[in-house]
């Protein structure tokens, strides 16, 4: 026992020993050549004691205490262990931190889109490489000369040298001609040039439509205000409606965002230049804008690059590199980490570039900040910056646009480059609209125009089948086609020894008692308004009855007093050959002239030399049925291609007499809406197809004037003001009796929608053009709903007249073809139930009675009823 004690003991002053030398290692820093501390010394005697009292006593308490002694060594022993594990465990999780803070900053420095979010600042590389973008967009004549972009493109690869540190690349902005395009690109890739294209989507540009309702009144190009505009006010307002469509087409700024986020996306990238595609850079000039970048660039994000114009590219190769003088809008270079974009809402023409400028706080190069936005432009508010953002630094030519005059002198040539560019931007979208509509919408001015194809065609296949209906109102047009087929006969005799074919057999008419210098014509017969009528009429007999005389009593009615030519009697319809074992030889026919069927010669005399009898007195008629009758005449061969290209220019010359007098195009009431009616459908005759979509969407402009939709809104009542005005005139001026006013007032708003209705059938029909019977103004006008208030208002009144049977065709027509669209549920159940309503139950009374039903006579056009409207129209 004593033994393992002693043996317990001698071991526990060395383990003591250690203990407390770790101890003095770990918390004390050691004294080198030099005495010990006081704390050293006195620790070192207090163990040499405690050693000599163990070794030297041998009583049990001695013991204890010795065993205490180790146990107090040994807690410190443990405490300085965590200690050194809890210092090793800290000092791994520090070094933890900083590498992860360090990886983190790597990471945001090399993405910027994430550092600003941040409370980071990136380093700032300014010598990385330069991209210099030129951005290819579309010529636009007048402002520029066609085929300008292809040239100048030509010159810069061919004499613009490389410069140091710079990649060039080239952005094709929706370029709108696919062959143009596709010779860009040739050309760039014989120069080993990189390109980005931005494609033109017709899908997507079919989708903008016009800016119609931001003006200070409805129908603001036919107010007084605009009237008195200045040419160029009138444009630049013109131009604000196309707004949608030049921002998709044009995309001015458009493309310069997307060179600008493609340069940020790249590595190393320092500097991008989104210079605009005509721009040329000399070797000085670009050494100029390097070192100044170079210089510069830790303080300043944007440089603002003057320029200067051309009007001979060749300037640039006599040798000379010195700085021009540069008065022009400058271009603009963006440090990678910019967070300025220029604004896309500011299309091409509108100062797109300016407005980017002004928020740099460049100073205008001319005085327009007092002239900057009509109230209906859009805008942001600039205020004057106090810190310059930006430096001036080099300089860049622009090359020739191909028009010397918009060039030369400073003071002359900018309002005349501000007009060509007004005029170059609508020549573009209305070439554009116009292709869309031939190539997307199918239109074809040989198509019918009020009289719907189809309903047409189904009336004859049911008048085939005998319907009882459809036989019963063809029987009745058959009737008044033989009236009318006697009454024109007598009006001809024939002309003796005249031919000018031997090969075709036809014996010419003229009226009786004319020559070259009288004409002593029926004045019933050759009124516009009834001659129409009667050629309709005659058409549309034939049409039916496969009855050929029909069609070439027309067809003469419109040789006599249109065409100013003979009419064509009887023809003889015998041919005349020899047996069928001969050799043919005596039928003559050559080359190119095949035997005609109908036997009317390609060129028939004139008999009047003064041009129409209805040049001078037909600006009120209405001509959409009667140019419909002259298409079918034409389809069927009746009249000669020479005679419907006459019939075409008659048909121009009309439509300019109509444009150039305005008369009734600033009329507010139904009299403006017929004056659109008859231009849009001699714009579709003579396949004026600009000025057919000028109208069928600036017409929309008038359902916001014309229909006022009442406050109250229990009635929802839609109210035709300008009709009710027109009214008061009639009263004011004697033209109608008090007791007539509440007839006359249920009398011209019904031909009011009686016209509007008749356009928007023509529109349908054509199968080209916006939806007008549900478009909606500002203050919630629609053609659909004014004409679902106006038949209730007057259900008793409806059982006479087309109109009812028009909305019914316009609601079925328009819905088969809108697919996103919804009616309203008021109109959607009114329309459906109108839609059972049969059109070809018309009540026979009288004569009079029958007429103005069907379409005849001056009550029907009193009403604007086509002739036989049931047949086709509605």
């Not at 001036?392 to 309002?415: C, H, M, N, T, Y």
């Not at 009454?487 to 031919?499: C, K, R």
């Not at 040049?615 to 959409?624: A, G, K, M």
């Not at 109109?803 to 609601?811: E, P």
Request: hydrophobic share 35%; proline share 4%.
């Amino acid at each position: 026992m004593k033994s393992h004690q002693a043996q317990f003991l001698s071991a526990a002053p060395l383990k003591s020993i250690h203990s407390n030398r770790f101890e003095s290692r770990t918390f004390y820093r050691p004294q080198s050549n030099s005495k010990s501390s006081s704390y050293s010394s006195f620790d070192q005697r207090n163990l040499e004691q405690r050693i000599t009292t163990i070794k030297n006593q041998e009583n049990l308490p001695q013991i204890s205490s010795s065993i205490y002694l180790e146990k107090t060594f040994a807690q410190r022993t443990g405490h300085s262990r965590k200690l050194k594990w809890f210092h090793q465990i800290f000092a791994i999780i520090m070094i933890g931190f900083i590498g992860l803070y360090l990886s983190y900053t790597w990471y945001i420095y090399n993405n910027n889109n994430l550092a600003k979010y941040f409370l980071i600042s990136p380093r700032i590389n300014i010598k990385g490489q330069i991209l210099l973008y030129r951005i290819l967009g579309n010529d636009l004549p007048p402002r520029h000369k066609p085929g300008q972009t292809l040239k100048n493109l030509r010159f810069i690869l061919e004499h613009e040298t490389e410069f140091l540190n710079t990649k060039k690349l080239w952005l094709l902005n929706r370029i709108v001609n696919p062959e143009y395009e596709e010779a860009i690109i040739e050309l760039l890739k014989l120069h080993n040039q990189n390109y980005i294209r931005l494609p033109f989507d017709e899908q997507e540009y079919l989708k903008k439509d016009f800016l119609l309702e931001d003006f200070p009144e409805p129908d603001f190009f036919h107010s007084n205000k605009f009237m008195n505009f200045s040419k160029e006010k009138k444009l630049r307002t013109i131009d604000y409606i196309y707004h949608e469509k030049n921002l998709y087409a044009i995309n001015n700024n458009g493309g310069r965002n997307a060179a600008l986020a493609h340069g940020k996306s790249q590595h190393n990238v320092s500097w991008i230049l989104p210079f605009d595609g005509n721009c040329f850079l000399t070797p000085n000039a670009f050494a100029d804008i390097q070192s100044q970048l170079y210089k510069w660039g830790e303080q300043y994000k944007y440089f603002i690059v003057p320029m200067a114009r051309l009007i001979n590219n060749s300037q640039l190769l006599d040798g000379s590199d010195t700085r021009p003088i540069t008065p022009e809008e400058p271009q603009v270079i963006f440090r990678y980490d910019s967070n300025k974009t220029f604004n896309e809402h500011m299309r091409y023409g509108r100062r797109s570039k300016l407005d980017l400028l002004w928020r740099l706080g460049v100073p205008s190069t001319s005085k327009i900040s007092d002239k900057l936005f009509f109230p209906w432009e859009f805008h942001d508010s600039y205020q004057v910056l106090t810190k310059v953002q930006y430096k001036k630094i080099g300089w860049v030519f622009r090359l020739f646009s191909g028009q010397a005059s918009q060039e030369l002198s400073k003071k002359e040539a900018r309002p005349l480059r501000a007009f060509n560019r007004l005029l170059a931007i609508q020549e573009l979208l209305d070439s554009l609209d116009e292709r869309m509509a031939r190539k997307h919408q199918g239109f074809d001015p040989l198509r019918l125009f009020l009289y719907d194809e189809k309903l047409l065609s189904q009336a004859r296949f049911n008048f085939w089948l005998e319907v009882p209906d459809v036989v019963e109102i063809v029987q009745v047009l058959i009737n008044r086609a033989d009236e009318m087929l006697s009454a024109v006969i007598n009006l001809f005799e024939s002309v003796h020894d005249f031919q000018v074919d031997e090969n075709i057999r036809v014996n010419f008419l003229k009226i009786k008692g004319s020559d070259d210098n009288s004409f002593n014509q029926p004045v019933e017969l050759i009124t516009p308004d009834s001659f129409f009528e009667n050629v309709t009429t005659l058409t549309l007999a034939h049409y039916f009855s496969n009855n050929e005389k029909y069609a070439r009593w027309a067809a003469n009615l419109v040789r006599t007093f249109i065409l100013s030519s003979y009419a064509i009697e009887t023809q003889d319809d015998s041919i005349s050959v020899t047996p069928l074992d001969s050799d043919f030889d005596s039928v003559d026919v050559e080359g190119y002239d095949f035997p005609n069927l109908n036997k009317i010669p390609r060129i028939i005399p004139k008999i009047f030399n003064d041009g129409s009898l209805f040049s001078n007195n037909i600006t009120d008629s209405d001509p959409s049925f009667f140019l419909d009758a002259c298409r079918l005449l034409y389809r069927t061969n009746i009249l000669t291609h020479k005679e419907y290209m006459n019939l075409r220019m008659f048909a121009s010359n009309w439509l300019e007499i109509l444009i150039n007098s305005k008369k009734n195009m600033r009329n507010s009431d139904h009299r403006s809406v017929m004056f659109d009616l008859r231009i849009l459908s001699l714009a579709g005759f003579v396949d004026d197809l600009r000025l057919y979509l000028r109208i069928t969407n600036r017409v929309r402009m008038r359902i916001g004037k014309q229909f006022y939709i009442s406050s109250n809104l229990s009635t929802h009542e839609i109210k035709q003001n300008y009709e009710i005005m027109y009214v008061q005139y009639l009263l004011n001026t004697n033209q109608i009796k008090p007791s007539d006013y509440d007839e006359s007032i249920f009398q011209y708003t019904t031909l009011n929608l009686q016209y509007w209705l008749l356009l928007i059938r023509g529109v349908q029909n054509g199968r080209c053009g916006p939806d007008i019977w549900q478009y909606t103004a500002r203050d919630g006008q629609r053609i659909s709903s004014a004409t679902m208030e106006h038949l209730k208002l007057y259900a008793n009144k409806m059982h006479d007249i087309s109109l009812i049977h028009l909305a019914k065709t316009a609601y079925m027509i328009n819905k088969s073809k809108r697919c996103t669209w919804k009616d309203p549920k008021n109109e959607l159940e009114f329309f459906q139930n109108l839609a059972n309503i049969d059109n070809m139950n018309v009540i026979l009374g009288n004569r009079t009675e029958l007429d103005t039903r069907i379409g005849i006579g001056n009550e029907a056009r009193r009403r604007g009823l086509p002739p036989f409207w049931m047949l086709g129209v509605a």
